[in-house]
């Protein structure tokens, strides 16, 4: 099975410049966006087998990431 890349820059790749902006001088949005990387990585490493996790809590970590998602994206879309 191949695993789908949900990094931010594939996530939202049309906002790619305000990513980068945003990033660098908004610290919420910093957070958030390292916040979401590191649960990005994690569950990667998950989904790649190359640590075990019972599935109720892969899911718990996904719809935390959602969540992040969801946040950045609302943060992205009114700037």
Same mark, same amino acid.
């Given at each position: 099975?191949?695993?789908? +890349? %949900? *990094?931010? @820059?594939?996530? #939202? &790749?049309?906002? =790619? !410049?305000?990513?980068? $902006?945003?990033? =660098? /001088?908004? &610290? %919420? #949005? &910093?957070?958030? =966006? *390292?916040?979401? *990387? !590191?649960? +990005? %990585?994690?569950?990667?490493?998950? !989904?790649?087998?190359k640590e075990a996790?019972a599935d109720e809590?892969? $899911?718990?970590?996904?719809?935390e990431r959602l $969540?992040?998602? *969801? ?5 992205? @879309? /009114? =700037?």
């Amino acid at each position: 099975m191949e695993l789908l +890349n %949900h *990094d931010l @820059q594939h996530e #939202f &790749a049309e906002y =790619a !410049e305000k990513l980068k $902006e945003l990033r =660098a /001088s908004d &610290a %919420h #949005f &910093a957070t958030l =966006a *390292d916040k979401y *990387d !590191e649960h +990005n %990585h994690t569950i990667t490493q998950y !989904e790649q087998g190359k640590e075990a996790i019972a599935d109720e809590a892969l $899911e718990v970590m996904k719809k935390e990431r959602l $969540e992040l998602k *969801d946040e950045i994206y609302q943060l992205l @879309q /009114s =700037a």
